[in-house]
């Protein structure tokens, strides 16, 4: 029997459906389901409240990040209000359902997407869902991993599946090396302005190419968190010996016998060489430029010598208006009055040290507020352990705990109205970092450089 030729995504996909719904929709079996404190708790109070125990606590893990107070020495705060009621219902719910949870002061916590890699949770060929956008992060691994709703999360809990549309397949191919000082954050951005925000829409978007294999895990996950920014269902990277080294000796992962078992399976998960996709694009490397974003979406990025494009939608219109912004103006050279580092986009160790190599030996610009935000306690004490924190405050940031902190605005702590700000974030949306906030995006570098210079600013130029 001939064998059609299949791509990491339809292994994975043949191996967990359960069954057919229709044409287009299949049960799915769920290997690992992650929760935060924002959502988590609603799901596991609905089970607990219909008498439904989760199918298999042990698969299930939950972490404090989105709205949890990230001020140095916090107790359990929150800046968010009625926030403590979210983070106690976490810890109730989760304890009552048998799930582990990572709660403050556990050197395990951090942001879902962050700790999850690390801790080896997420794993090459499993399926893995969390009621949050940016789980399409973590298919970097080689894992089929979605962002779903509360709803879907007590249904996944309670019986390990879902009913899953089946996404179509879209291979970007990015070949040729990435220039100095450009980084996956930058890639990302090229593709969203190249593309468009609505690119992926309705696909599982594998990234492939030669480019793509140079990064190391830490950039891959930057690439894959924001593919939901491109509108797709998720996206994944093929697993290869980067990714096995990475996943060695993690605390979830595989050991001993298992493990040589594990890398056996995960080897056979490489798209099969005549595999088909629905679509194709392709990205030469050498093309990417560090990038910033001057409007309202991620899609609204140019080069960072660029300048304020001149479109006339409406769409183009009320971005420039909401940033201040006229056509044609020049990013470089825009005042800032905050910078900030974190974010399960470019949160992690390497994200850090970066940065720290532009700060070290420099300060930030008066009347900057510069805040960095590790993206797991065991990133910030890995930086800690390096010196790192050192070089972050000499320079004048605010050194955080870990969590989510000011990628997004809930209510709590915020940037100031109509201030511009340069974040290492994912979305730049209105009022996104604080009502009235105008955010530009880039990566940890730009961020850096712009803090110093109190514009935004080419780290090449320092």
């Not at 980067?242 to 493990?259: D, E, I, N």
């Not at 790192?388 to 705990?401: I, N, Q, S, T």
């Not at 009502?435 to 450089?449: F, I, K, M, Q």
Request: hydrophobic residues 45%.
């Amino acid at each position: 029997m001939v064998m059609t030729p299949r791509t990491i995504f339809d292994k994975i996909w043949d191996a967990h459906a359960i069954m057919a719904i229709d044409a287009e929709t299949a049960l799915v079996l769920i290997d690992r389901v992650l929760l935060h404190e924002r959502t988590g708790s609603v799901a596991l109070e609905s089970l607990a409240a219909m008498g439904r125990p989760v199918d298999a606590p042990r698969q299930a893990f939950a972490t404090m990040d989105h709205i949890v107070d990230t001020l140095p020495g916090r107790t359990g705060a929150t800046t968010m209000p009625t926030g403590t009621a979210f983070i106690t219902a976490t810890r109730a719910a989760t304890h009552a359902a048998g799930i582990t949870l990572f709660d403050l002061g556990d050197a395990r916590q951090g942001i879902v997407h962050v700790i999850s890699p690390e801790l080896g949770i997420v794993l090459p060929g499993a399926t893995l869902v969390c009621p949050d956008s940016h789980t399409c992060s973590q298919g970097a691994l080689g894992a089929l991993a979605w962002g779903i709703g509360s709803t879907e999360a007590e249904h996944a809990l309670a019986t390990s599946t879902l009913r899953v549309k089946r996404p179509r397949t879209m291979r970007v191919t990015i070949d040729g090396v990435l220039g100095a000082g450009v980084t996956a954050k930058d890639l990302a951005l090229h593709l969203l302005a190249t593309f468009g925000s609505a690119g992926g829409s309705g696909h599982i978007v594998e990234y492939a190419g030669a480019a793509v294999r140079a990064l190391d895990v830490e950039a891959r996950l930057t690439l894959c968190n924001m593919a939901t920014e491109f509108a797709a269902f998720s996206a994944i990277i093929a697993p290869d010996e980067t990714t096995f080294a990475y996943l060695q000796g993690r605390s979830y992962a595989p050991k001993g016998a298992a493990w040589d078992d594990a890398i056996a399976q995960w080897r056979a998960l490489a798209g099969d060489p005549d595999a088909t996709f629905d679509r194709e694009l392709r990205i030469d490397a050498g093309d990417v430029r560090p990038m910033v974003t001057w409007g309202t979406s991620p899609q609204q990025a140019v080069p960072i010598e660029g300048s304020v494009p001149g479109d006339t939608g409406d769409a183009a219109v009320r971005a420039r208006d909401y940033m201040d912004l006229a056509p044609g103006a020049a990013l470089l050279g825009q005042p800032i009055g905050a910078a900030f580092i974190g974010s399960c986009t470019n949160g992690r160790l390497s994200d850090l040290r970066r940065a720290a190599a532009i700060l070290r030996g420099r300060h930030v610009a008066p009347g900057v507020r510069a805040i960095c935000v590790p993206g797991s306690s065991a990133v910030r004490a890995a930086a800690e352990a390096e010196g790192l924190d050192r070089v972050f405050r000499d320079a004048g940031f605010e050194w955080r705990e870990a969590g989510c902190s000011m990628c997004f605005f809930a209510g709590g702590e915020s940037f100031g109205a109509r201030e511009r700000v340069i974040s290492s974030t994912n979305r730049n949306f209105e009022s996104r970092q604080g009502p009235g906030t105008r955010s530009h995006l880039a990566s940890p570098e730009t961020v850096a450089a712009s803090a110093i210079a109190g514009r935004i600013a080419d780290p090449a130029a320092l």
